[in-house]
């Protein structure tokens, strides 16, 4: 299989590595490389001031929070779905499992405009809610609602696999020696599943601090209210003010390379556990 | 990212009906009850609601309203675009998708754990911060722009950048459903195609080809829906030009944003039901994975 280059003429090894090399490099290195020097370019004071302004960092500071909102909703409604799916029958099982990705196939502004046709001023839930006091389209409930629905799937798809694999004998050993239900899920199964429902939430935190399409409709995109680190930088690209886009681009890029890492991480501690 | 999108090939679980229950437990399951109404409403409120009340919005004046929405010369032009783009990213991206995964599988070379993550970074870099990164590279005054710009090549608020755009975004879809099939697949059988005579060619066609396909096949499905759906890069490297730029999820912003709903809402259920239709394939493209 390996045959080793004997003349300057290209083996197709190399022109292999070549080819992927450049492809990555022009598509996503480069790019990466040179807005992190643009940025880094700006000098580090200047980087701060823009990070810090005050539009710039209520729109990071709302981005983290909602995420927030988003994840810890996500971890328990994620864990009990998969739940369900595994452990429970019920009729239209197969049609549920599918549809669970579905917020993964639906453009993200066509979820966006749902949401609005669903709880928007012109709507009928949209109107009760609003003479209640409660506004969620324009208002930050919107911005978690979006974000739930297109980061839905991942914990159920990160936890199902683990539960499928999760011997039955632990569970049945705790039950028979007097466990209550609870008890054996907090002290048996819910170990089991940590790394699991953690890996979906990372991945859902991930995609929440990058979320543009669905929060851009349902958000109003009100600066300093309702405006979110993506639409800021958008904002800013629009406005051609680069400083501040370059700026609020990096700490969303550094989050996600963070991300990325501790996912690695929870990775093999899934592994270590045997799960 | 690469883990998730590895999750996803997950089919309904097969497992018994009955949840482990204490020998002595005959009470009615009223906590089984509860979670499972409550998980499923969730998801009914949460996901269906919304998908159903477009539907029933959009085709509320008859499907009259909906076909005639259709019609303009700005939306043909939209979803004509669209398609383009996505023939193209899938076709690119499936052969270098392929290539990228036989290199992660098969070769070893210096930095590689770090290059497998770079090529999961599409997933977790905002759509928009993505857009960005291309206008700062290859915009007018990008580094490479200008030169391109100086040869008489658009490549930002042009159909490349589109281009260029859905094919970062949908880079890591074929690579990692084809690299754990691969990985499994090993090498003996290649090797032994190999020894009998078969060249590289004809061995990727007759021996690997045929092993990574139901993969692929998913992968590539992933691809095209993602091609179809892509809003944040496009909208930041298009500039968004009617009948020039404009892509179907552009031209659902577009006329959500000029309050003409009814064009907004058709395009939506067109986008949303081949979104739909696609899921179902990958549904049916896993159960054939799981098979083989």
Not at chain 2, 112 to 133: E, N, R, Y
Not at chain 2, 224 to 245: D, H, K, P, W, Y
Request: hydrophobic share 50%; net charge positive; charged share 10%.
């Amino acid at each position: 299989m390996q045959r080793r280059p004997t003349h300057v003429i290209l083996t197709g090894d190399a022109v292999l590595k070549m080819t992927v090399f450049s492809y990555v490099g022009f598509l996503v290195i480069l790019p990466i490389l040179v807005i992190s020097f643009q940025a880094f370019g700006l000098g580090l004071g200047h980087l701060w001031t823009e990070i810090f302004e005050p539009q710039a960092f209520h729109a990071l500071r709302l981005t983290i929070t909602c995420a927030f909102a988003m994840a810890v909703i996500n971890a328990v409604t994620g864990t009990l779905m998969a739940w369900v799916l595994v452990r429970y029958s019920f009729p239209g099982k197969a049609v549920v499992n599918a549809l669970i990705d579905l917020p993964f196939a639906l453009p993200t502004n066509v979820t966006g405009l749902m949401l609005v046709v669903v709880y928007g001023p012109m709507s009928l839930l949209g109107k009760y809610l609003n003479t209640h006091g409660i506004e969620v389209i324009y208002a930050q409930p919107g911005i978690i609602l979006a974000l739930l629905f297109v980061t839905f799937p991942f914990v159920v798809r990160s936890v199902q696999p683990v539960l499928m694999g999760l011997d039955k004998d632990i569970e049945e050993a705790a039950a028979t020696l007097g466990a209550r239900k609870f008890l054996t899920f907090r002290k048996v199964i819910l170990p089991h599943l940590l790394p699991s429902i953690l890996t979906g939430v990372a991945l859902a935190f991930s995609r929440a601090l990058g979320e543009f399409g669905s929060v851009m409709v349902v958000a109003g995109n009100i600066p300093m209210k309702t405006q979110v680190a993506p639409v800021f930088i958008y904002g800013e690209i629009e406005s051609y003010n680069p400083h501040g886009a370059l700026a609020v681009s990096l700490v969303l890029l550094v989050c996600s390379l963070a991300i990325l890492m501790l996912l690695h991480r929870l990775q093999n501690w899934g592994r270590d556990r045997g799960t | 990212m690469g883990p998730s999108v590895r999750r996803l090939r997950v089919s309904a679980s097969q497992t018994s009906p009955a949840p482990w229950t204490r020998p002595d437990a005959r009470q009615i399951p009223i906590g089984r009850w509860a979670i499972l109404a409550g998980t499923l409403g969730w998801f009914l409120i949460l996901v269906l609601l919304p998908v159903g009340a477009l539907v029933e919005e959009t085709f509320r004046h008859g499907p009259a309203t909906f076909f005639q929405a259709l019609q303009g010369q700005a939306v043909r032009h939209a979803f004509f675009l669209t398609l383009v783009t996505t023939v193209l990213a899938v076709v690119i991206n499936t052969v270098m998708g392929i290539l990228l995964a036989i290199l992660l599988v098969r070769h070893n070379f210096p930095g590689k754990a770090l290059f497998d993550g770079i090529v999961d970074l599409p997933f977790a870099v905002s759509p928009v911060v993505a857009g960005f990164m291309f206008i700062v590279l290859y915009g007018p005054h990008g580094l490479l722009g200008r030169w391109f710009e100086s040869g008489g090549v658009k490549i930002i608020y042009a159909l490349p950048g589109i281009i260029i755009a859905t094919l970062f975004v949908t880079l890591p879809f074929v690579t990692r459903e084809v690299v754990p099939v691969l990985r499994e697949l090993g090498t003996d059988s290649e090797e032994a195609a190999h020894t009998l005579g078969a060249n590289r060619w004809q061995t990727f066609w007759k021996v690997t080809l045929p092993t990574i396909r139901w993969g692929l096949v998913y992968g590539i499905t992933l691809t095209i829906a993602r091609s179809l759906g892509e809003f944040g890069a496009v909208l930041v490297v298009s500039g968004n030009i009617i009948m020039r730029t404009q892509t179907a999820t552009l031209y659902v912003h577009q006329e959500f944003t000029d309050f003409n709903y009814h064009g907004a809402y058709a395009a939506s259920v067109v986008l949303g039901g081949i979104s739909f239709v696609l899921l179902l394939l990958t549904e049916y493209w896993k159960k054939r994975t799981k098979e083989i």
